[in-house]
Nanobody, 118 residues
Framework: QVQLQESGPGLVKPSQTVSLTCTVS??????????WKWIRQPPGKGLEWMGR???????YYNPSLQNRTYISRDTSKNQFSLQLTSVTPEDTAVYYC??????????WGQGTQVTVSS
């Protein structure tokens, strides 16, 4: 059973960079045809896709966030990460990591709250 777990700081100040990591267990992030995503949900709003990284390490980004978002991976630790720069209070949200396989395999982390406040 594939499991995902987000980790990162709960509170960051405006203009800083937030760095989140998703640790995957029970499966490899290099498994063919799997894609690994970051998704967030601001308070009172819907889910927003931020970006993804493919099984061969190619990142894709939401155009609205592309200039501030960087997704990477560490295959030795079976982790993928999100960096979001120049954060504002509008970036306050629950951040989720997600894995999607070719057979409809669908895995979510429990989510981690990130609050941007001075």
């Amino acid at each position: 059973q594939v499991q995902l777990q987000e980790s990162g700081p709960g509170l960051v100040k405006p203009s800083q960079t937030v760095s989140l990591t998703c640790t995957v267990s029970g499966g490899s992030i290099t498994t063919s045809y799997y894609t690994w995503k970051w998704i967030r949900q601001p308070p009172g709003k819907g889910l927003e896709w931020m970006g993804r990284i493919t099984d061969d390490g190619i990142p894709y980004y939401n155009p609205s966030l592309q200039n501030r978002t960087y997704i990477s991976r560490d295959t030795s630790k079976n982790q993928f990460s999100l960096q979001l720069t120049s954060v504002t209070p509008e970036d306050t949200a629950v951040y989720y990591c997600h894995g999607l396989g070719p057979g409809g395999d669908d895995y979510w982390g429990q989510g981690t709250q990130v609050t941007v406040s001075s």
